[in-house]
């Protein structure tokens, strides 16, 4: 049976001064370390996880956590998947802001839907700030039109499931065949991102969904990739509370664990196929294709992009390798 663990970042330091952070590369806190060994301990408990294989963002907080993390739990030799698509949400102009500051510029309607809303983004950099970012070495090698300004959620979504269905899947296909488990680090919009795609949540359902730092999500998958059960490592009700303290960074709390009408996702069960959602692709040959969403994704989009949303559907340009010269792999001997 496959076995999938999503795993948001220790706290940072632009979390512990409540900031928005988005691509911005900031260290974790001494806390947020300390909530990465927790992390480990955690995976190292649960007995029946035998962690195979690690995918991680481009950013040092979920690069550290992970590291941190294996080395408690004793796999610090696995091998490591680095991609940018697994990147926390790019929130634009807001990065480095305080989060109540801006509340109080703005206003708190103004600042949940920047920060909650599934299609909205916020402002964008400016061009100088976006100059800068296109000359990290990072994603040097990325065209210009796939890196972001600014994003909603439906972005992240649009650039996330892509790098899922062409490496996570196979990855869960493969280890889950010999009862490996997959261990991605990212970041809170990242896993919202997946988890809005893996769980079949609604577009509004999503924005009430908080993804607490340093706990262990684990789902148990079948031979499909269907959701058979899913829940926090540890004690649900400090996953819980650490869940409902992000919604209040802002001063703008949000009702956690609302789940698409479910019962709370930390306690998540489903069976059956995925309703015929049909998904708008351009692919390397610039033509727009039109398909139905498989029961389980294909490994077969390395030369796609998926697109949802007006900011990704305005360039043919983006229909580039999924997978290049920016991702990095580092594979230990078997």
Same mark, same amino acid.
């Given at each position: 049976? /496959?076995?999938?663990?999503?795993?948001?970042?220790?706290?940072?330091?632009?979390?512990?001064?409540?900031?928005?952070?988005?691509?911005?590369? !900031?260290? +974790?806190?001494?806390?947020?370390?300390?909530?990465?060994?927790?992390?480990?301990? *955690?995976?190292?408990?649960?007995?029946?996880?035998?962690?195979? !294989?690690?995918?991680?963002?481009?950013?040092?907080?979920?690069?550290?956590?992970?590291? +941190?993390?294996?080395?408690?739990?004793?796999?610090?030799?696995?091998?490591?998947?680095?991609?940018?698509?697994?990147?926390?949400?790019?929130?634009?102009?807001?990065?480095?802001?305080?989060?109540?500051? #801006?509340?109080?510029?703005?206003?708190?309607?103004?600042?949940?839907?920047?920060?909650?809303?599934?299609? !909205?983004?916020?402002?964008?950099?400016?061009?100088?700030?976006?100059?800068?970012?296109?000359?990290?070495?990072?994603?040097?090698?990325?065209?210009?039109?796939?890196?972001?300004?600014?994003?909603?959620?439906?972005?992240?979504?649009?650039?996330t499931v892509p790098y899922w269905d062409d490496a996570i899947v196979p990855d869960l296909l493969a280890e889950g065949a010999r009862g490996g488990t997959v261990l991605v680090v990212a970041h809170g919009n990242s896993i919202r991102a997946l988890r809005k795609h893996i769980d079949h949540i609604g577009d509004e359902a999503i924005t009430g969904l908080e993804i607490p730092t340093g706990i262990p999500y684990l789902y148990q998958l079948d031979g499909s990739l269907?959701?058979?059960?899913?829940?926090?490592?540890?004690?649900?009700?400090?996953?819980?509370?650490?869940?409902?303290?992000?919604?209040?960074?802002?001063?703008?709390?949000?009702?956690?664990?609302?789940?698409?009408?479910?019962?709370?996702?930390? =306690?998540?069960?489903?069976?059956?196929?995925?309703?015929?959602?049909?998904? =708008?692709?351009?692919?390397?040959?610039?033509?727009?294709?039109?398909? /139905?969403? /498989?029961?389980?994704?294909?490994?077969? *989009?390395? %030369? %796609?992009?998926? !697109?949802?949303?007006?900011?990704?559907?305005?360039?043919? #340009?983006?229909?580039?390798?999924?997978?290049? #010269?920016?991702? #990095?792999?580092?594979?230990?001997?078997?």
């Amino acid at each position: 049976m /496959p076995q999938l663990v999503l795993l948001r970042h220790g706290e940072s330091q632009w979390n512990a001064e409540n900031r928005f952070t988005g691509w911005h590369d !900031v260290v +974790l806190t001494p806390a947020g370390e300390d909530e990465a060994r927790a992390a480990g301990r *955690l995976l190292a408990g649960a007995g029946d996880l035998d962690l195979r !294989v690690v995918h991680t963002s481009l950013l040092q907080r979920a690069i550290r956590t992970a590291e +941190l993390a294996l080395v408690e739990a004793g796999r610090s030799w696995l091998p490591v998947r680095r991609h940018w698509r697994l990147n926390e949400r790019h929130y634009g102009a807001l990065q480095g802001r305080d989060k109540r500051e #801006t509340a109080a510029s703005f206003g708190d309607a103004q600042v949940k839907q920047w920060r909650r809303s599934y299609a !909205v983004s916020p402002p964008p950099l400016d061009a100088d700030r976006r100059a800068e970012a296109a000359a990290d070495p990072r994603y040097r090698d990325l065209h210009p039109d796939l890196i972001p300004g600014t994003e909603c959620l439906a972005d992240v979504v649009a650039r996330t499931v892509p790098y899922w269905d062409d490496a996570i899947v196979p990855d869960l296909l493969a280890e889950g065949a010999r009862g490996g488990t997959v261990l991605v680090v990212a970041h809170g919009n990242s896993i919202r991102a997946l988890r809005k795609h893996i769980d079949h949540i609604g577009d509004e359902a999503i924005t009430g969904l908080e993804i607490p730092t340093g706990i262990p999500y684990l789902y148990q998958l079948d031979g499909s990739l269907r959701v058979v059960a899913a829940d926090y490592l540890g004690d649900a009700e400090a996953a819980r509370l650490a869940a409902e303290a992000v919604s209040r960074q802002a001063g703008c709390a949000f009702p956690a664990w609302r789940c698409d009408g479910l019962r709370s996702p930390s =306690r998540y069960r489903a069976s059956g196929p995925r309703s015929p959602v049909r998904t =708008r692709i351009i692919s390397s040959t610039g033509r727009t294709q039109t398909l /139905p969403s /498989p029961i389980f994704p294909v490994p077969a *989009l390395s %030369m %796609m992009a998926a !697109v949802t949303s007006p900011t990704w559907a305005s360039s043919t #340009t983006i229909s580039r390798r999924i997978f290049g #010269t920016n991702s #990095t792999s580092y594979s230990a001997p078997r």
